[in-house]
């Protein structure tokens, strides 16, 4: 049994009604969104599990989110060594990348970051939360690779089950956007606390409103890939 063409498009439409609802009801509820967005990745990694290429992206929006959550817990932290820490991770992780054409970008705002750093700790101002917004950087960077490099490995461990997905791509573009809008971020962190010193918060404001969409937009293109992905195992069976 498998969904035909007309209950299939109601189906993938009612989902993605209620995913954008449930995005707008959740706004400015981080929380409760975070909780949404595990309970909708694991429900949906239940459901295609035997589809070994959406388990590895699933694994991998999995990863980036674990990352995310762990450097979060520092969030309000001005103790050195964690800041230090997270800026060795994230130079690292531009030495993993050293191929991507997105490395120049990270290298130059991790130079202004910790620059930014020294500055502060030395004229003793309260530093904002750059390192944060380096590390999601960082993150969406690595999680592009790997992204890209998801097939290769896939033929390698799992053969003659590797496939290339639509949503590879989507990820891999997300990620940029995502990438670029904390970098406009720390730019800004920078206009506003070194330069001008002056409260421009263009970015500061649209920030949530952008990262939260990009999620919602991901869950979107994951259930709707995943609705994809089983009616296609049920054509084949």
């Given amino acids: 049994m498998f969904f035909s063409p007309v209950v299939e498009k109601f189906v993938r439409t009612f989902i993605a009604l209620s995913l954008v609802s449930a995005g707008i009801y959740t706004f400015g509820n981080a929380q409760l969104f975070d909780r949404l967005y595990i309970l909708i990745i694991l429900t949906v990694g239940f459901f295609v599990r035997k589809d070994i290429n959406m388990v590895g992206i699933i694994a991998l929006l999995g990863a980036q989110r674990l990352v995310e959550e762990a450097g979060y ?10 800041k230090a820490m997270i800026y060795l991770c994230c130079t ?3 030495y993993k990348i050293r191929f991507d054409p997105f490395r120049y970008p990270l290298g130059i705002i991790l130079a202004i970051s ?25 993150n969406s960077m690595l999680v592009r690779k790997l992204i890209w490099m998801r097939e290769l490995w896939t033929k390698r461990h799992f053969p003659g089950k590797a496939r290339s997905l639509d949503m590879d791509y989507y990820i891999y573009e997300l990620c940029k956007v995502y990438i670029w809008v904390n970098i ?14 002056k409260q421009i918060l263009y970015v500061y ?12 937009v991901t869950l979107l293109l994951l259930v709707d890939q995943s609705i994809k992905s089983i009616n296609a195992r049920m054509i084949k069976v």
Avoid at 184 to 197: D, N, P, T
């Fill in 73 to 82: 817990v520092f969030i309000h932290s001005q103790f050195i060594p964690i």
């Fill in 92 to 94: 690292v992780g531009l």
């Fill in 114 to 138: 910790i620059s930014a750093e020294f500055y502060w700790y030395y004229t003793d101002y309260k530093a904002p939360v750059v390192w944060w917004h380096v590390l999601l950087i960082t």
């Fill in 184 to 197: 406009a971020m720390v730019l800004e962190y920078m206009v506003r606390h070194i330069l001008l010193k």
């Fill in 205 to 216: 404001y649209s920030f949530p409103y952008v990262v939260h969409s990009i999620t919602v």
